[in-house]
């Protein structure tokens, strides 16, 4: 039987410090190394999804195809008692990007948002600028501050048109690349309502707009992009890539819908006792 990790052994086991003062001072000594070039801090790449449950991942329930988020899971650390800081979009990215809870923060919910003057404190990727990291965005950060500064990231693409309110100052929106597939797929999802989220957008369908133009493909294109092409050879890396979906509307690109065509509906009631019973 697989044995449980407690917090308390994650963190002895991993060394995690709790003060960040500490933090700030061992990034700051590799910032130094950055100058000296002899810098060997990891790369970090900080990968989100927005509005996946638990379960979708295919390690997990085997209806769900993630064959590269199984390898992650295969290799790395599998959290299968972790909890969401906030039960809200905006107040829970507010809380991961600034280490804080939403309370500290004072973002509630989705309607909030603070300017960069009324941040408590410097966002991750502006502490790991600070440290010497290249700092790279691309997505979703949803701080909902229109003209905000790109708060740490020194590269930033992001898919939604320059006249919306998640526009933020400095950063290379879609609209600006690609607006005619950014148009064909606002279009398609027009129906959807606000959010993409009405019936119609959680009912979803088969898209026909190419996975290219969709916001998710583009960013994603983008940052493969700045990958193979963006990358200073001379500091350590922080990427942070964060997608729209799962998150409604449900058009999903041509191609994704026949990956689950082999799926039997009797196998639905034995999968679903199988994951009440590994969440018990």
């Excluded at 900080?46 to 295919?58: A, T």
């Excluded at 195809?65 to 800081?85: M, Y």
């Excluded at 969709?214 to 200073?232: P, S």
Aim: hydrophobic share 35%; with cysteine.
């Amino acid at each position: 039987m697989k044995k449980l990790l407690t917090r308390r052994e994650f963190l002895r086991s991993t060394a995690v410090l709790s003060s960040a003062t500490v933090w700030a001072s061992k990034l700051s000594i590799g910032a130094e190394a950055v100058k000296k070039g002899n810098d060997k801090r990891p790369n970090i790449i900080f990968l989100m999804s927005d509005q996946q449950r638990w379960d979708c991942v295919g390690k997990i329930n085997p209806m769900v195809k993630t064959p590269a988020l199984d390898r992650i899971a295969d290799n790395g650390v599998l959290f299968d008692q972790a909890v969401c800081q906030g039960p809200m979009c905006v107040p829970s990215r507010y809380s991961m990007m600034l280490g804080l809870y939403p309370s500290q923060v004072g973002v509630l919910k989705n309607s909030m948002s603070l300017t960069d003057d009324q941040l408590p404190c410097e966002t991750l990727p502006e502490i790991l600028r600070k440290a010497g990291y290249q700092t790279a965005g691309f997505g979703k950060t949803h701080w909902r501050a229109k003209g905000c500064s790109t708060r740490g990231f020194e590269t930033r693409f992001i898919g939604q048109p320059r006249n919306s309110s998640l526009y933020e100052r400095d950063a290379v929106m879609m609209s600006d690349m690609n607006p005619e597939g950014l148009g064909r797929y606002m279009q398609e999802t027009r129906p959807f309502g606000a959010g993409e989220e009405n019936i119609a957008g959680y009912l979803g369908c088969t898209s026909k707009v190419e996975e290219k133009d969709h916001r998710d493909g583009w960013v994603f294109n983008e940052c493969l992009h700045f990958i193979e092409k963006g990358i200073d050879k001379e500091r350590p890396l922080f990427l942070y890539l964060s997608f729209l979906k799962p998150h409604a509307g449900h058009n999903v690109p041509p191609g994704y819908t026949r990956l689950t065509k082999s799926l039997c509906p009797n196998s639905l009631p034995r999968i679903r006792q199988s994951l009440v019973t590994r969440r018990a």
